[in-house]
């Protein structure tokens, strides 16, 4: 069995979801006041003064703080299923098709947040490997519950849940250089 691993965000989609589920999250009014209070985190970032993954962490708690993880998680089902193919790339898609069609084992690693891709996934049979966010309480902390699935913290989780050597071919699909470490454990990388 061979096994294909993308990338999601701007390999399999025209956009980032995370940008649209900001945006599908809030009021326009809300998002952009939101944006106002991220950019001294985002400057940071771009400059290398900060993790992308606290930068991100920073994002979320100013987003959803004080939403309820029932809330949230409503939000984000509602956002898979309504507004999250709008954005898929046909071509790219039926890439992940054919090599399921092929019997190989397809599996999206992503940076992207588990509640708007995992219904995604379901739909599409696909498996999921992906950043989670923390809640306790039923109320989002504002953290991560499990690392930020970027760079080389996705060839960690693709190790933790599959036996590489297990697959005849490995192939790799991504776009950025989130994706460098996952492109390099593949047998025929492909980056968009």
Known sequence: ????????????????????FLKYSVSRDKY?????????????????????????QKL??????DVGENEFKRIATEYSNKKLDSIVLEKRLDILKQHQQNGDKVVIVSASIKCWLEPWCKRNNVVL????LEFKNSKFTGRFKTPNCHGQEK??????????????????????????????????????
């Open 60 to 65: 979320f708690s100013i987003f959803f703080q």
């Open 129 to 132: 490997l992906s950043t989670e």
């Open 1 to 20: 069995m061979n096994l294909a691993l993308f990338d999601f965000d701007g390999t399999l989609t025209s956009k980032d979801s995370l940008g649209e």
């Open 32 to 56: 952009f006041l939101n944006m106002i209070k991220f950019s001294p985190y985002f400057i940071m970032w771009q400059l290398k003064l900060m993790r992308n993954d606290i930068a991100k």
């Open 155 to 192: 060839v960690n989780r693709i190790k933790q849940h599959l036996n590489i050597k297990d697959y005849k071919i490995i192939y790799a699909y991504g776009d950025s250089s989130g994706d460098t470490q996952m492109m390099a454990i593949a047998d025929k990388p492909t980056k968009y």
